[in-house]
């Protein structure tokens, strides 16, 4: 166009139709476009210009090798023709267009590894469904686009999911977009596959939705992965809440913290009453251990060590709770502290244990310490009032069975416990084969002995006791025994305080003036023994009619009550 209409640019970029009778008679041509025009044969020229939205695209030339005057209808018919010629072109551009269109999406579909598909909007009927359905869905395309295709893709879907299907392509059929889970069982294997489908409105230019649209993405592998971590953080919070494990994980640069639940039940604070931090930890550290801990703690940062530490720590409500610590850091490359994973237990019971065991075995030394010196001086004694060999064994035999009895007693106790007066005197007296009937007793439940007099008071009611079965009233038949008991007012120092009374009758006593049968050591043990080592007061009679012997001894601080009565 260059060559042959320099002069009519402007003119048909206007939209102006330009006309040239004698291109050789005419001024606006220099000598060189008459040339170029001479060299087509022109010699009048008839221009058409195609003005689309304010753009020249195109001009329709008309030439004559005659001198030619060109009329309007001659103009309007070749305009006609160029807006023709035009349309034809757009048209023909237009299919190659959509003809490529249609070829990069059947490319895009046949490489893409989702399903991609269009319904009718109205029937629900597949119109475009790729290659990717058979691979997913184990069905072929042609399958799955025969007959009432929609009802045949439902059919698909596992019924608890077919609900959730249904209502989001009617949320589409409305205007809208939806995105949703469910599953579909493949008829080829059987095998449940999930999906994410992801589908939209098509409208016409009217605004109706004529189409919908959507895209269909296999995402089983990354489900049942997140179904296997699901299930595997649930085992983890299983066995964290089994084990009582305070977990934590601490960002050492932002100083962000997570603690797991039963850590924020460990340091005394609800489930997420507060946010976790450094200072929320350390608030709650005892104060006679936040400085031992807290550097423990730095001391480990800085070495590359593993944090190990028991440390206590106090709760609202004022009780103390003993914790055990166990954490690792994590350093950059340069040795920087950047991470901190660790977790604690609640060691409280174990030390409560520990302490506990060690009063325990205080308390066993001394009670062997005693033990041992009363088996001493019990065989010092009965061997100084023993006859013979046979008698001594005999004797010495009988009061070991009694401390026996009595270490059966104290060995069921806890640290805590103690023995109480009516059963060590029921224990005593179940070794008198016969002669339990002749007894009574008479006094309150419950009453306990400091276990450090357990012993001594043992050896002393069965000395008593011994000299009545072989001597006294529970060696005649008209004898009687009573032991009653009490608690009366605390002595000086506010010890409570049990008086004892053992009182024999009926018993036929030796003429006066014979030697005594029996209750030597017994006697002695009473009224010496028991003042001094238990700060008891006694009194022994030997009465017309029997023993009279009565103890008043201290007993535990823990008899705050008044025990139930025999």
Not at 211 to 222: E, K, N, S, W
Not at 322 to 339: E, I, N, S
Not at 400 to 413: K, N, W
Not at 427 to 434: K, P
Request: hydrophobic share 35%.
């Amino acid at each position: 166009m260059g060559d042959f209409a320099p002069h009519w640019l402007s003119e048909w970029r206007a939209g102006r139709t330009t006309r040239t009778t004698d291109v050789l008679a005419d001024p606006r041509f220099d000598e060189e476009r008459r040339k170029a025009y001479a060299s087509v044969s022109a010699r009048a020229a008839l221009g058409i210009p195609l003005v689309k939205e304010g753009r020249l695209v195109a001009v329709l030339g008309l030439n004559d090798s005659q001198v030619r005057h060109w009329t309007d209808a001659e103009a309007d018919l070749a305009r006609d023709v160029a807006e023709r010629t035009w349309a034809a072109v757009e048209h023909a551009r237009a299919e190659q267009a959509l003809r490529e269109s249609e070829e990069r999406l059947r490319q895009f579909g046949a490489a893409s590894q989702d399903v991609l598909w269009i319904r009718d909007s109205e029937t629900l009927q597949w119109q475009y469904l790729t290659p990717a359905f058979e691979t997913i869905y184990g069905l072929s395309r042609e399958e799955a686009l025969s007959g009432n295709n929609y009802r045949s893709w439902l059919e698909l879907v596992v019924p608890e999911d077919r609900e959730k299907a249904t209502a989001s392509i009617r949320k589409v059929r409305d205007g809208e977009h939806a995105t949703f889970e469910y599953r579909v069982r493949r008829p080829s294997d059987g095998e449940i596959r999930w999906l994410r489908n992801t589908d939209f409105p098509i409208v016409d230019a009217t605004g109706k939705v004529t189409m919908v649209g959507g895209i269909g993405q296999d995402i089983t592998l990354p489900k049942l992965a997140g179904e296997r971590i699901e299930r595997s953080e649930e085992r983890l919070r299983s066995a964290v809440e089994v084990g009582k494990l305070g977990l934590w994980d601490w960002n050492v640069r932002t100083g962000e913290i997570h603690w797991s639940d039963e850590h924020f039940r460990m340091e005394g604070y609800a489930v997420g009453e507060v946010t976790p931090s450094y200072d929320t930890w350390a608030a709650r550290i005892h104060p006679d251990d936040r400085a031992t801990t807290e550097g423990a703690l730095y001391r480990a940062m800085e070495r590359h060590e593993e944090y190990v530490r028991e440390f206590r720590v106090i709760h609202p409500d004022h009780s103390v709770h003993w914790l055990f610590g166990r954490g690792r850091f994590f350093y950059d490359d340069d040795g920087t502290p950047l991470r901190m994973i660790g977790a604690m237990t609640d060691i409280t019971e174990r030390r409560e244990w520990e302490e506990r065991q060690k009063i325990l075995v205080a308390e066993l030394q001394h009670r062997t310490r005693n033990l041992m010196g009363i088996v001493r001086s019990t065989a010092d004694r009965t061997g100084e009032a023993s006859v013979d060999l046979a008698d001594f064994r005999g004797r010495f035999a009988d009061r070991l069975d009694a401390l026996a009895r009595v270490q059966s007693l104290l060995s069921r106790l806890s640290d805590t416990d103690r023995v109480a007066f009516d059963e060590l005197m029921r224990t005593e007296l179940s070794a008198m084969d016969g002669a339990a009937d002749r007894v009574t007793l008479d006094g309150p439940n419950g009453i306990r002995l400091r276990s450090s007099m357990v012993q001594m008071l043992a050896m002393a009611f069965h000395e008593l006791a011994t000299n009545a079965v072989k001597y006294g009233a529970l060696s005649q038949s008209g004898g009687r025994l009573a032991i009653s008991w009490q608690m009366i007012e605390p002595d000086r120092r506010g010890r409570p305080r049990l008086h004892i009374d053992w009182r024999e009758s009926g018993v036929t006593m030796p003429p006066a003036g014979t030697a005594p049968q029996g209750g030597g050591q017994g006697r002695e043990l009473i009224e010496q023994a028991l003042p001094y080592q238990l700060d008891a007061k006694t009194r022994f009679e030997l009465g017309p009619d029997g023993v009279h012997c009565t103890i008043t001894v201290p007993v535990s601080a823990s008899n705050v009550t008044e025990p139930a009565h025999v």
